[in-house]
């Protein structure tokens, strides 16, 4: 079965770094793509970044720059390093994996088959 798991949110303040991981099983690296999204109370979803199985990575425009996705395969670990933390990053944040078929990711949720449960992230002003 695969599996997502989320972990490394917390409180920090506006310019301030973070890390969150990613633990992933039961798909390879090598077939998958992942992503990272993110929901803030009372907003909707949206993707954040995400590494697809070739290393091509994608960013929303808001987080390039500050956000850098990578993976470890050997520990199957997906990381969203959070650099130059503001207000609005504050949200739940989750990783997601597709099948991408060798193809690049997108950060379109609906392509996402597999959710992991979130971490809180809040930034404090």
């Known amino acids: 079965d695969v599996q997502l798991q989320a972990s490394g949110g917390g409180l920090v303040q506006a310019g301030g770094s973070l890390r969150l991981s990613c633990a992933a099983s039961g798909f390879s690296f090598d077939d998958y793509s992942i992503g990272w999204f993110r929901q803030a109370p009372g907003k909707e979803r949206e993707g954040v970044s995400c590494l697809s199985s070739d290393g091509t990575t994608r960013y929303k425009d808001s987080v390039t720059g500050r956000f850098t996705v990578s993976s470890d395969n050997d520990k199957r670990m997906v990381y969203l390093q959070m650099n130059n933390l503001k207000p609005e990053d504050t949200a739940s944040y989750y990783c997601?994996?597709?099948?991408?078929?060798?193809?690049?990711?997108?950060?379109?949720?609906?392509?996402?088959?597999?959710w992991g449960q979130g971490t809180l992230v809040t930034v404090s002003s």
């Open positions: 997601a994996a597709y099948w991408d078929g060798r193809t690049k990711c997108t950060t379109v949720g609906k392509f996402y088959d597999y």
